[in-house]
């Protein structure tokens, strides 16, 4: 069933063909993407095969043809995936953090639009400030980016034509999906090390009998998701860190925005502080972070929201604009 559609102005996304239809997985659902006469529109849905059999009854009205594999996973696998995980949370943490964690999961679509909208207006801003200043140019910092998700997303509100983007991502089973995301026209680096406060070397953690090589949640902090799973050693090898604040530090001279997407897993805390400390968290536009508070054990649950509560007070204090991510 459709849940809703969103015009966007074109301006938002003008490397959009005149007409071109696409599926992709966002917050809450599936959504395809219409572009038609210079307007885009997103439409979007609860399941993955009703997007698909959306796009494919637009494709035929428009005369496109239909991509042979649009499908990113067999409903099985994602159905076998979910049960897996609910079954773990009830077995390891008890009814009570099965039903926190389900009502966040119902949430989702709504925070999904707010998200959306406020990321429009931030880019809105943004780009008012590009054309009004000398240096013509943003930048984009996405941390955690795994296969791309977040860029793909992203990158429709802060445009490539006016953005050059740095994808943050130590997996490096991950790292051929985010080179094919560049072109002539996307000026794209791709930095295979983890963010952090300092330059080194650090383990790199996931779930116990994780198969999936691109898996989305591993972390360099042995702690991350403590409430639903005791963390593994997902490679066996190290992955390399740097230091965040020196590489915003480096760039903030080269270009009149900088935007920060930090997704890393429970890495964040200890990054957004030594931002603060720096004040370097005043030199960027915006900042979208996943939090983790949730999914940590009930005690520190609570004193890590507290935690991010103060971090949100001092961006806004700052003038910073700060929304949560996921």
Same mark, same amino acid.
């Given at each position: 069933? @459709?849940?809703?559609?969103?015009?966007?102005?074109? @301006?938002?996304?003008?490397?959009?063909?005149?007409?071109?239809?696409?599926?992709?997985?966002?917050?809450?659902?599936?959504?395809?993407?219409?572009?038609?006469?210079?307007?885009?529109?997103?439409?979007?849905?609860?399941?993955?095969?009703?997007?698909?059999?959306?796009?494919?009854?637009?494709?035929?009205? &428009? /005369?496109?043809?239909?991509?042979? *594999?649009?499908?990113?996973?067999?409903?099985?696998?994602?159905?076998?995936?979910?049960?897996? @995980?609910?079954?773990?949370?009830? =077995?390891? =943490? /008890?009814?009570?953090?099965?039903?926190? *964690?389900?009502?966040?999961?119902?949430?989702?679509?709504?925070?999904?639009?707010? *998200?959306? $909208?406020?990321?429009?207006?931030?880019?809105?801003?943004? &780009?008012?400030?590009?054309?009004?200043?000398?240096?013509?140019?943003?930048?984009?910092?996405?941390?955690? %980016?795994?296969?791309?998700?977040?860029?793909?997303?992203?990158?429709? $509100?802060?445009?490539?034509?006016?953005?050059?983007?740095?994808?943050?991502?130590?997996?490096?089973?991950?790292?051929?999906? &985010?080179? %094919?995301?560049?072109?002539?026209?996307?000026?794209?680096?791709?930095?295979?090390?983890? #963010?952090?406060?300092?330059?080194?070397?650090?383990?790199?953690?996931?779930?116990? /009998?994780?198969?999936?090589?691109?898996?989305?949640?591993?972390?360099?902090?042995?702690?991350?998701?403590?409430?639903?799973?005791?963390? @593994?050693?997902?490679?066996?090898?190290?992955?390399?860190?740097?230091?965040?604040?020196?590489?915003?530090? #480096?760039?903030?001279?080269?270009? !009149?925005?900088?935007?920060?997407?930090?997704?890393?897993?429970?890495? !964040?805390?200890?990054?957004?502080?030594?931002?603060?400390?720096?004040?370097?968290?005043?030199?960027?536009?915006?900042?979208?972070? !996943?939090?983790?508070? *949730?999914?940590?054990?009930?005690?520190? /649950?609570?004193?890590?929201?507290?935690?991010?509560?103060?971090?949100?007070?001092?961006?806004?204090?700052?003038?910073?604009?700060?929304?949560?991510?996921?």
């Amino acid at each position: 069933m @459709q849940g809703s559609a969103m015009l966007v102005h074109p @301006q938002y996304d003008s490397n959009c063909p005149k007409t071109s239809v696409e599926v992709s997985e966002g917050f809450g659902g599936w959504f395809a993407r219409i572009c038609e006469d210079d307007q885009e529109t997103f439409h979007q849905f609860r399941r993955e095969r009703d997007a698909i059999a959306f796009a494919d009854t637009q494709r035929m009205r &428009l /005369g496109l043809p239909c991509p042979p *594999l649009e499908r990113t996973a067999s409903s099985g696998h994602k159905a076998i995936r979910k049960i897996n @995980q609910i079954a773990d949370v009830l =077995r390891t =943490r /008890g009814l009570g953090r099965f039903l926190q *964690l389900s009502t966040l999961s119902l949430s989702e679509p709504i925070r999904s639009q707010r *998200l959306r $909208y406020r990321v429009a207006s931030d880019a809105r801003q943004a &780009l008012s400030k590009i054309k009004a200043a000398s240096r013509h140019r943003g930048l984009f910092i996405d941390c955690g %980016s795994n296969i791309g998700q977040a860029y793909k997303f992203f990158s429709r $509100y802060y445009t490539p034509d006016y953005y050059d983007y740095v994808l943050v991502e130590p997996n490096k089973n991950c790292l051929e999906h &985010l080179h %094919s995301l560049r072109s002539e026209n996307v000026a794209i680096e791709v930095v295979a090390k983890a #963010a952090s406060v300092k330059d080194g070397y650090a383990e790199f953690l996931g779930p116990p /009998g994780r198969s999936d090589l691109t898996y989305e949640g591993c972390s360099i902090v042995p702690s991350h998701n403590g409430g639903l799973y005791p963390s @593994q050693r997902f490679t066996p090898e190290l992955v390399e860190t740097f230091s965040l604040s020196q590489m915003i530090q #480096a760039k903030r001279g080269l270009y !009149e925005v900088i935007v920060l997407k930090l997704d890393v897993e429970g890495a !964040e805390y200890e990054i957004l502080d030594d931002l603060i400390r720096s004040g370097l968290h005043r030199d960027l536009h915006a900042t979208y972070v !996943e939090f983790h508070s *949730l999914y940590m054990r009930n005690s520190e /649950g609570r004193k890590t929201a507290v935690v991010e509560r103060k971090i949100v007070d001092e961006f806004q204090q700052a003038g910073t604009h700060i929304s949560r991510w996921i």
